[in-house]
């Protein structure tokens, strides 16, 4: 056995450099992330008179320096963080308050769009607010979606379906957070809990749909129209950089440290940064110690073949977003030669820079956002990545955490603090 593979199995925080990553490798577009962009853009006025705080319609969150939050760490650490800091602020994405907010919000868009389109209800060039008519909700009113998940994701897509007028069911797992649930039952979404982990959650939810023909089950596990909805972010961030007079170059590359559960937020939108930045983006993926499912999945290259209950992990983490055990099999092929590694946290650690985040920043994020940050330090340990993080622009994903009720995340703080 490996050192990394007895580290992996026995919980402890991992470094995984992926020996097929490829930096200059092609991300082409046959996947349609282009066509997701103009989708979302199609549906900006109806999401803007639905949720009047998207400003313009079109659902993004703010990019952000982070040199306070980049001292604190230097302090705790204990040693320099190089180059410069940024966040990506998804945990104050608007309808969700998650990364779930990019690809579950397209694909619920993507099939009202198509059953409009089909019933001749609507057409391509029109004013899509079109779809708030009484005659459009009640087609949509006949439809169901479904999706399985540990918590954001059905917070995602049963918001946007339940206010177009769906009907939908979330089948979530044990780990999703109480007021989750709450949230989505007031909206009247059904609600179905399950004892078991997130992989059975869809699994059931899968399988309840399939019997159904007016049913559109969101699957976590194989869904390119999620993926391409993730993807989008790509290109709205080269904006953002831009608009601070930045463009990640061979010098000054772009490094990415991105929060992972099942893999397709994550994934999709490190295929859509490499898409827009090439050699000159890094993107690395966090897991929890004892969920490490996509890190395992591409490094034994077995993908969903494998899951971590197969090496003695348990899949029991404080970050519910990231509670996964078995990776989606779609990104650990999409991401083979696009990733440049994979690392694996602490929970306690979570808690501990998510107070850092708050006290240095007054940024509220939710305990799997902050896995970016722990991979951080890991990453700048790596001998081999050090002269290139040396000047780099590191970029933490922060993945969700805004509408975390004010009580829990103040319990989260005092963790964090303790
Ligand atoms: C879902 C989620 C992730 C990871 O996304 P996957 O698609 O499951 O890999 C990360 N952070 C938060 C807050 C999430 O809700």
């Not at 007016?214 to 993807?231: A, K, Q, R």
């Not at 397709?264 to 966090?286: D, T």
Request: proline share 5%.
């Amino acid at each position: 056995m490996t050192t990394l593979d007895t580290r992996l199995r026995s919980a402890q925080p991992c470094f995984w450099h992926n020996p097929g990553y490829h930096s200059g490798a092609a991300a082409d577009d046959h996947i349609g992330i282009r066509q997701a962009a103009e989708r979302l853009t199609r549906f900006a006025p109806c999401i803007r008179a639905l949720f009047p705080d998207t400003g313009d319609g079109i659902i993004e969150s703010p990019l952000s320096r982070a040199d306070d939050f980049a001292a604190a760490l230097e302090s705790v650490w204990g040693m320099p963080i190089t180059g410069t800091l940024w966040l990506k602020r998804d945990n104050e994405l608007p309808i969700s308050g998650s990364i779930k907010a990019r690809g579950g919000i397209h694909e619920v868009l993507k099939y009202a769009e198509e059953l409009a389109l089909n019933a001749g209800l609507l057409h391509l060039e029109q004013d899509y607010r079109r779809l708030l008519d009484e005659e459009v909700r009640a087609l949509f009113a006949r439809h169901t979606l479904a999706v399985g998940s540990t918590g954001n994701l059905g917070l995602s897509i049963g918001t946007m379906a339940a206010h177009l007028g769906f009907q939908v069911d979330v089948h979530m797992s044990a780990d999703a957070r109480q007021w989750k649930k709450d949230r989505l039952r007031q909206l009247g979404v059904r609600v179905h809990e399950y004892e078991d982990d997130y992989s059975r959650a869809v699994a059931e939810g899968r399988r309840l749909a399939e019997q159904d023909p007016d049913c559109h089950f969101v699957d976590d596990e194989h869904s390119l129209d999620l993926f391409t909805g993730y993807g989008v972010a790509g290109r709205r961030l080269k904006a953002q950089l831009a608009a601070q007079g930045i463009m990640p170059s061979a010098e000054h590359p772009l490094m990415v440290y991105l929060p992972c559960g099942v893999g397709g937020g994550p994934g999709g939108v490190a295929y859509g940064l490499k898409q827009e930045f090439g050699p000159h983006v890094h993107c690395f993926f966090v897991e929890p110690v004892q969920s490490p499912c996509v890190l395992l999945g591409m490094m034994t290259g077995k993908g969903a073949e494998v899951s971590v209950e197969d090496i003695g992990l348990s899949n029991r983490t404080a970050a519910d977003g990231l509670a996964v055990g078995r990776p989606s099999a779609l990104v650990c092929r999409l991401m083979q030669p696009l990733l440049a590694g994979a690392m694996t946290v602490e929970d306690l650690q979570l808690f501990r820079l998510l107070a850092l985040l708050q006290d240095s920043e007054g940024i509220q994020a939710e305990p799997s956002a902050m896995a970016g940050a722990g991979g951080l330090q890991l990453l700048l340990q790596q001998p081999q990545w050090q002269s290139r993080a040396a000047r780099a622009h590191h970029l933490l994903w922060l993945t969700g955490g805004s509408m975390v009720p004010a009580e829990e995340y103040q319990a989260y703080c005092h963790q964090g603090q303790a």
